[in-house]
């Protein structure tokens, strides 16, 4: 890390209540997530153990026991970045704008819910014909992406695609998040009441957990400390498309340091 840090303004009472909310936010949203990446750790340990055992057979020759260590390693770095990515986003960190690449934190942010995402039949497409940088929380933007992520994995129960899309606009000097899914799409009577805490239209599943109706107003909240935008456009039955705008640079700002 070189540079100086950038704070945000002094916490009031406010502003410690909405950083306890989106905590609160932050950690419901990994709890939707715990088993699937429960799982895909069992699937890793599971490819690890067989390739030492592979390995490790008296029979096995030089050249088979490099490809099973390779194995091994492969998986073992798997399973190290996705723990990297869980404590990065679960621990309680300072709030502080780094310059941040935008297309590494979607791809931190899909190493935690791909499993949930595959599990679903929900296919991924990447389209990320640039890599901007932005002055941001890293950690915030990834709860936003996560919201996103998982709501429109919710949109689409019998599976389907999601787009992610990252741009800049050099003309208004923005960088662009588009995530884009094949789901149920919203009504427009809905489509202004989705950013509302609390408005949710997920019903409790099997084991009693319905939508909390948080997560869209925990997204604005956060867009609006990065004086960032988002938008949605909607057709039912065709699927959603959320925008989040986010400044390269915030007026007047001096540099901000680079993410280490
Ligand atoms: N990608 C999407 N496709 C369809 N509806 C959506 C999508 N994202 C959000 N919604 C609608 O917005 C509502 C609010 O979302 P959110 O604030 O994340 O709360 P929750 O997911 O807990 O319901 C959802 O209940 C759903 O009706
Ligand atoms: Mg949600």
Same mark, same amino acid.
């Given at each position: 890390m070189i540079g100086e840090e950038t704070l945000l303004s002094p916490a009031t009472e406010t502003d410690l209540l909405r950083q306890q909310l989106q905590r609160a936010q932050r950690l419901s949203s990994v709890g939707t997530l715990a088993s699937s990446v429960a799982h895909e750790f069992n699937n890793i340990l599971t490819t690890i153990l067989n390739y030492a055992k592979l390995g490790l057979r #008296? /029979?096995?020759t030089e050249q088979s026991r490099l490809e099973c260590l390779e194995k091994v390693l492969k998986g073992s770095q798997r399973a190290a970045s996705i723990v990297s990515s869980m404590l990065g986003f679960t621990r309680n960190q300072a709030i502080r704008r780094d310059l941040t690449d935008l297309v590494a934190l979607v791809e931190d942010t899909l190493l935690l819910c791909e499993k949930d995402l595959s599990k679903h039949q929900v296919h991924i497409e990447r389209k990320f014909t640039c890599r901007p940088k932005a002055p941001v929380v890293a950690q915030q933007i990834q709860q936003i992406l996560l919201n996103l992520l998982i709501n429109a994995r919710q949109a689409m129960p019998r599976g389907g695609r999601i787009t992610l899309d990252v741009r800049e606009n050099a003309r208004t000097h923005m960088a662009e998040i588009h995530v884009c899914d094949t789901g149920a799409g919203i009504p427009p009577e809905k489509l202004r009441l989705? !950013?509302? #805490? !609390? !408005? /949710?239209?997920k019903e409790p599943d099997s084991d009693g957990h319905g939508g909390s109706g948080l997560g869209l107003s925990v997204c604005r909240q956060i867009i609006e400390q990065h004086q960032g935008r988002i938008r949605v456009e909607s057709i039912v039955g065709k699927g959603s498309k959320f925008t989040v705008k986010l400044p390269m640079a915030l007026p007047g700002d001096r540099p901000v340091p680079e993410a280490a």
């Open positions: #008296p /029979t096995a989705i !950013f509302d #805490p !609390f !408005f /949710t239209t």
